[in-house]
């Protein structure tokens, strides 16, 4: 059977995809740092909240929305000539790697979701959170995507 879009090309869309993904993770929490103690209202915490949200609407969520759709078609090609069996067996066929690395993206995916329900609540002028703690909180990307982008090329 011929796909619309072809092995490499997909996966080349969802490195792209996961590229933008995880850079906008590791930037959104350095915004939050900066409006935290920003003057409500005033120059900065206006210019960071549009900037927040145009990271959200724009990157974030559009490249979300890619990496998981090209991961899942990833996902399906790699086990496609497995149909005939039964589901869990298709599935237990699948190697360990894949599922830890399912973990860490599952992990990525509720982070997206946090920081935007704290975005949500930044812009409604609540700050529950310190400057520090947005500083340390964008560094998790990274250290998620470090395990990730390792179980896939490893496959340990």
């Given at each position: 059977?011929?796909?619309?879009?072809?092995?490499?090309?997909?996966?080349?869309?969802?490195?792209?995809?996961?590229?933008?993904?995880?850079?906008?993770?590791?930037?959104?929490?350095?915004?939050?740092?900066?409006?935290?103690?920003?003057?409500?209202?005033?120059?900065?915490?206006t210019a960071m909240l549009r900037a927040a949200r145009s990271?959200?609407?724009?990157?974030?969520?559009?490249?979300?929305?890619?990496?998981?759709?090209?991961?899942?078609?990833?996902?399906?090609?790699?086990?496609?000539?497995?149909?005939?069996?039964?589901?869990?067996?298709?599935?237990?066929?699948?190697?360990?790697?894949?599922?830890?690395?399912?973990?860490?993206?599952?992990?990525?995916?509720?982070?997206?979701?946090?920081?935007?329900?704290?975005?949500?609540?930044?812009?409604?002028?609540?700050?529950?959170?310190?400057?520090?703690?947005?500083?340390?909180?964008?560094?998790?990307?990274?250290?998620?995507?470090?395990?990730?982008?390792?179980?896939?090329?490893?496959?340990?």
């Amino acid at each position: 059977m011929d796909h619309v879009i072809g092995y490499d090309l997909a996966r080349g869309i969802h490195i792209i995809a996961v590229i933008a993904w995880i850079a906008g993770l590791l930037m959104l929490p350095r915004f939050y740092a900066y409006i935290t103690p920003s003057e409500r209202g005033g120059e900065l915490e206006t210019a960071m909240l549009r900037a927040a949200r145009s990271l959200r609407t724009i990157i974030l969520t559009p490249s979300l929305v890619v990496a998981w759709a090209f991961g899942i078609f990833l996902f399906a090609t790699y086990i496609s000539g497995d149909w005939s069996r039964p589901i869990p067996e298709v599935l237990g066929t699948v190697p360990h790697w894949f599922w830890g690395k399912l973990i860490l993206v599952l992990g990525l995916s509720g982070y997206h979701g946090y920081l935007s329900a704290e975005g949500r609540r930044i812009a409604a002028g609540e700050r529950r959170r310190s400057e520090v703690f947005w500083r340390r909180m964008s560094e998790i990307p990274f250290i998620v995507a470090i395990g990730a982008i390792l179980l896939a090329t490893l496959e340990p």
